[in-house]
């Protein structure tokens, strides 16, 4: 199943490192002010380096709640705590 199709997503391609932490900081408090629940972020492949960078964001933003890589290892879904 195609989730980046279902859940609300960004995609991360051909981002740096820090434009990739930023972007996602920024996706996911607009996501938390819309009510949204189950976002995906689309970071690629490649050398892993905004992966990585994504992943160090979602460990310590408070709004995250728990996250995991995609089968398809190119993409992340990211379940957010709710917004009270």
């Keep these: 199943m195609n989730f ?7 995609d991360l391609h051909g ?3 820090v ?3 930023l972007r996602t900081k920024e996706f996911i ?15 690629g492949k490649g050398t892993g380096v905004v992966k990585e960078a994504v992943f ?3 460990k310590t933003n ?5 996250f995991h ?3 398809n290892l190119g993409s992340t879904t990211v379940i957010l705590k709710e917004n009270k």
């Design 69 to 71: 890589l995609n089968m």
């Design 4 to 10: 980046d199709k279902i859940y609300p997503s960004i």
């Design 62 to 66: 408070k709004n995250v709640e728990d």
């Design 29 to 43: 408090n607009d996501s938390v002010f819309m009510g949204r629940k189950k976002i995906i972020i689309i970071h």
């Design 56 to 58: 160090k964001e979602l």
């Design 19 to 21: 434009s990739a932490t």
């Design 15 to 17: 981002e740096d490192r």
